[in-house]
Antibody
Framework: EVQLVESGGGLVQPGGSLRLSCVAS????????MHWVRQAPGKGLVWVSR????????SYADSVKGRFTISRDNAKNTLYLQMNSLRADDTAIYYC???????????????WGRGSQVTVSS | DIVMTQSPDSLAVSLGERATINCKSS????????????LAWYQQKPGQPPKLLIY???SRKSGVPTRFSGSGSGADFTLTISSLQAEDVAIYYC?????????FGQGTKVEIK
């Protein structure tokens, strides 16, 4: 069964940094585009960033552009999200999600991890 | 950015009755070169991550009950639950994957009447 397991969340002060990780298993990680999606408490889903299968192409939501960096290590089957200059409105559960289908073009979200809580507060 | 707007925000339906959720995009998500509507639907139950139900606006994901169906084209889409079951209580989201930023509707909460 496909598994995505996020880690690295926690409580951080405004202006601080965190790095989230998402370890993938039971599929060929290097074949798939990957995403980060977040959900603030009691709110809806917001796409944050995506990366193509070899890591050469990335996209970001405007709200995180210049502050967050997505990356991947295909040898370690791991997706990352480096989050800098964190603000209170970055507080959310951060989900790692995989494209449903492998290939060279993004598509809809298939499997999701259970999420990692990030809280930005002084 | 493509804005996705769902209606209603919430609905209460009796067990066994039909539930209908609408989703409008601020521009068409139909790509003529492959006749594809770049629209997906997800179900999220409390404390769980979202689960894919429908992609290409009307293709049901393997394993999803047949009571879930998607329809529509261009900028107007519908998710229908033909006979609501207790386990369908959840929030449902539409999402466009036509272009970045990928965007979701605000969600529709489905409850039992």
């Amino acid at each position: 069964e496909v598994q995505l397991v996020e880690s690295g969340g926690g409580l951080v002060q405004p202006g601080g940094s965190l790095r989230l990780s998402c370890v993938a298993s039971e599929f060929t990680f290097s074949d798939y585009w990957m995403h980060w999606v977040r959900q603030a408490p009691g709110k809806g889903l917001v796409w944050v960033s995506r990366i193509n299968s070899d890591g050469s192409n990335t996209s970001y939501a405007d709200s995180v552009k210049g502050r967050f960096t997505i990356s991947r290590d295909n040898a370690k089957n791991t997706l990352y999200l480096q989050m800098n200059s964190l603000r209170a409105d970055d507080t959310a559960i951060y989900y790692c999600a995989r494209d449903d289908l492998p290939g060279d073009a993004g598509n809809w979200f298939g499997p999701w991890g259970r999420g990692s809580q990030v809280t930005v507060s002084s | 950015d493509i804005v996705m707007t769902q209606s209603p925000d919430s609905l209460a339906v009796s067990l066994g009755e039909r539930a209908t959720i609408n989703c409008k995009s601020s521009q068409s998500v139909f790509y003529s070169s492959n006749y594809g509507n770049y629209l997906a639907w997800y179900q999220q139950k409390p404390g769980q991550p979202p689960k894919l139900l429908i992609y290409w606006a009307s293709s049901r994901k393997s394993g999803v009950p047949t009571r879930f169906s998607g329809s529509g084209s261009g900028a107007d889409f519908t998710l229908t639950i033909s006979s609501l079951q207790a386990e369908d209580v959840a929030i449902y989201y539409c999402q466009q994957y036509y272009t970045t930023p990928l965007t979701f509707g605000q969600g529709t909460k489905v409850e039992i009447k």
